[in-house]
């Protein structure tokens, strides 16, 4: 089979001078508004008449409403409207992706984590009378049994939190078939994948290695709370019924015009800016019921929530037991994956759990022989919306297993990679992966590497040092379409797009892109939100922005040609001048051809004589648009999740760990990425300096604290949840590579969130010190294990 994967179907994919595509320091479209404060997410709006709409919130961590009174609420003056889960209007409202199944009412009377929004809303002229109504609420509640510990709910006496429901249908990924999932047995679903020969590969293997290791539950920041308001409007050009206008809400405006069954056209949302977490696509409920109490009470209503109210989990915990069999030289023969992983409170996302099991380490593993077994408990700790910070996180069994191997051989554990990781083009293949090689050489120079055993290096200061290193694919998992549309007006060109930014500047790539391809400064491309155009570049995540571009491309050489076109048509046949307007001169170019010309430094030049030029603005009196509806070639990532590779990534981290105190410092931390080619330089320095932040403070730092007798959260603040702040963060070194094997915008795929990780700083620790810490590695923890409290 003959892999290759390269910008090959797009117009000048493979260009080789780069004026604006990969520049540094070009600021974002919006960073000024960011950096002044002067962007309005939706808890910054305010309206006039606006009143102000809160949720009960559940005190436990597993509970049933099972009748509620609303006269002392209702008789606080300045409530405006109190609804409960047995309104008309809830039972009939459907939440956001209710296609994909039947789902639980969008609000009910059972809460299953603490701080579940649950069976009332009230609405009043302020928050602080809303809080005051909901005091005031004579709640009845039926405290149900909870599970907080993972471990403790698989067990057979534990009380079932949760009734079974219809399974899904069970999918393979490539390679993988689908073990026969038995059916759920008290809080517990199975996932079972298995791959080759489980049994033969342990033949086969000189040795076998056993161990486990925990992947954490951690928040990170939540640097906007999420939020909304929402009014209704007459609307006198768009036909009968009111038009709806929210802001704060989602990405798109598709999801709250499908909710409210009102279409997209009466559907407004100006603003540019939403509250969430990086590569977070979950809507919160305040996000969500504000058209239906602005419709009830007849005035725009505001609801957003607390930080408090924003420590949902960005990945749940999980623990991961496994065996593997590999040979005397470091060669990997069977790999068997037992996890038990949290599937959270109901309407948890199946990332952490099963949507791990598609795409992981052990496919770009030479070994055929791997069987996935997850045990997948229900449990109070918390939900965990659509998407968060996934790289997917369990990639670190797969660096765990080449690290211990390299401890037991006495190797680096680069060297156990190289040995492991399969070809370009499959798992059989044996020829090393390019990307992978150029990723390794710049990162031994970056990091003056050399290895050495766990507990073995002690620095000057006797402290112990430590090490490691890591490898993912930088995978472009964007597979949607785009519908691009340029426009070229009053001589200067436009880049519609709709709004609102959701923390990534794909948009801002784009314009980089089209000035590349018309010969134009970054600065010229003038970017025009309005959320009734259909353009969005974001798609799978910010590498979205490799495949939106390559859209865009396209579409700037539609534009090109009628640009060219234009120029020699207007040079053939000037129109006549306006009474105004002062007369042009002659155009240089009467009697040429389209392809005689071309486009640079903002002028039509010719081709064979560059100083015959007009500038842009001045070629043409036409008004000219282009459209371009499509995406790039499927993904390498798409069609094999591992099972081919193109670009790489690695990662690397010194640590000194002071066995007396049990104080981590890191020394250095560095990548080098190949997202095949840089598009936004900004954009990706980024991108790995926010992984590589919530991968440290998964690490050494954030940890939900439960008590388990209660199953509250005791540290659900920003004072006692521990985050890194910018004391704690080293600089990261950084390098970049430009192998153009990707398949988006000029061979580039991207860099996704594939950085982030769980144990790179945790592997390092143990080969300080020899002694394993699941993270947080706390100073107490680590002391602990050292024997010494």
Not at 534 to 560: M, R
Request: proline share 6%.
């Amino acid at each position: 089979m003959i892999v290759y994967m390269a910008d090959l179907a797009g117009i000048n994919g493979q260009r080789e001078h780069f004026r604006v595509v990969g520049k540094p320091n070009l600021p974002g479209k919006l960073s000024y508004a960011l950096a002044t404060g002067v962007a309005k997410f939706g808890v910054d709006y305010i309206v006039p008449n606006m009143l102000e709409a809160k949720f009960l919130r559940s005190p436990y961590a597993n509970a049933k409403v099972v009748s509620v009174d609303t006269t002392k609420a209702r008789a606080v003056p300045g409530v405006a409207d109190i609804v409960t889960w047995e309104d008309e209007d809830i039972k009939n409202l459907r939440s956001f992706g209710e296609s994909f199944g039947p789902r639980r009412p969008w609000l009910d009377n059972i809460a299953d984590y603490e701080g579940a929004e649950v069976a009332v809303i009230v609405v009043a002229e302020n928050a602080d009378i809303c809080d005051e109504a909901l005091k005031l609420l004579d709640v009845k509640w039926e405290i149900l049994p909870h599970i907080v510990n993972v471990l403790d709910g698989r067990k057979d006496d534990a009380p079932i939190i949760r009734q079974a429901k219809e399974k899904p249908p069970s999918f393979g990924a490539p390679g993988f078939g689908v073990d026969k999932n038995p059916p759920k047995k008290g809080n517990v679903s199975y996932s079972n994948l298995v791959a080759g020969d489980i049994e033969a590969g342990f033949k086969e293997a000189d040795h076998v290695l056993e161990y486990e290791l925990t992947l954490p539950a951690f928040a990170s920041r939540f640097p906007n709370p999420a939020g909304s308001v929402a009014w209704w409007y007459d609307d006198f050009y768009h036909g009968e019924g009111k038009s709806l206008h929210i802001e704060g809400a989602v990405r798109e405006r598709r999801a709250i015009s499908n909710m409210y069954r009102i279409p997209l056209e009466k559907t407004v949302q100006e603003g540019l800016f939403m509250g969430g977490k990086y590569c977070d696509w979950g809507l919160r409920k305040s996000q969500e019921i504000t058209p239906l109490l602005a419709k009830r009470t007849g005035r725009p209503v505001r609801c957003v929530n607390t930080r408090e109210e924003s420590f949902e989990f960005i990945m749940k915990e999980r623990y991961m037991y496994l065996k593997v069999g590999y040979k005397d030289n470091g060669l990997v023969t069977a790999i068997d994956d037992f996890s038990i992983a949290d599937g959270g409170s109901e309407g948890s996302s199946s990332f952490g759990t099963s949507g791990d099991q598609r795409y992981g380490p052990y496919t770009t593993f030479k070994c055929p022989n791997i069987r996935q077994t997850m045990e997948i408990v229900d449990t109070n700790r918390g939900i965990m919306y659509v998407s968060g910070q996934h790289c997917p996180f369990n990639w670190d069994s797969g660096m765990m297993a080449i690290y211990l191997i390299a401890e037991e051989l006495g190797m680096d554990p680069i060297e156990v990679a190289r040995i492991n990781l399969h070809g370009p083009t499959s798992q059989e293949d044996p020829n090393p992966v390019p990307s992978f090689e150029a990723c390794i050489a710049e990162g031994k120079k970056m990091m003056d590497w050399n290895w050495h055993a766990s507990g073995t290096k002690k620095l000057p200061d006797g402290r112990m040092h430590g090490m490691s290193f890591r490898y993912q694919m930088c995978p472009r998992h964007a597979f949607s379409g785009y519908d691009v549309k340029l426009e070229f007006r009053d001589g200067e060109v436009h880049l519609p797009t709709q709004g609102p930014i959701f923390g990534v500047y794909a948009v801002e790539a784009n314009a980089m892109v089209v000035a590349e391809e018309l010969g134009l400064e970054y600065e010229d491309v003038h970017i025009d939100f309005d959320y009734r155009e259909k353009f969005t570049p974001v798609g799978g995540g910010s590498d979205g922005t490799t495949a939106s571009a390559w859209a865009t491309k396209e579409c700037a050489n539609i534009l090109k040609q009628k640009i060219l076109e234009a120029t020699i048509e207007e040079a053939d046949n000037p129109p006549a001048p306006s009474f105004f307007a002062k007369p042009k001169d002659p155009s240089p170019f009467k009697g040429m051809k389209p392809e005689d010309l071309d486009l640079a430094d903002g002028k039509v030049i010719l081709k064979t004589d560059p100083n015959i030029s007009i500038p842009l603005k001045d070629a043409t009196s036409k008004n000219l648009f282009a459209t371009y509806s499509g995406k790039p070639p499927t993904s390498l990532w798409t069609l094999g999740m591992g099972k081919m590779l193109d670009t790489m990534n690695t990662a690397y981290c010194e640590v000194a760990v002071d066995t007396t105190t049990g104080e981590v410092e890191i020394l250095k931390m560095g990548v080098v990425a190949d997202p095949g080619k840089v598009m936004r330089l900004t954009s990706l320095e980024s991108q790995i300096d926010q992984v590589m932040y919530f991968s440290q403070g998964c690490q050494l730092l954030e940890d939900y604290v439960y008590d388990e007798r209660t199953g509250v959260k005791l540290n659900n603040n920003m004072i006692d949840y521990k985050m890194p702040s910018l004391k704690d963060v080293p600089e990261i070194d950084r390098r970049f590579l430009e192998t153009r094997a990707g398949n988006a915008a000029y061979g580039a795929n991207g860099i996704s969130h594939s950085l982030a990780n769980t144990h790179l700083i945790i592997i390092a620790i143990h080969n300080a010190i020899g002694v394993w810490v699941d993270p947080p590695a706390t100073p107490d923890k680590i002391l602990k294990a050292l024997d010494k409290l």
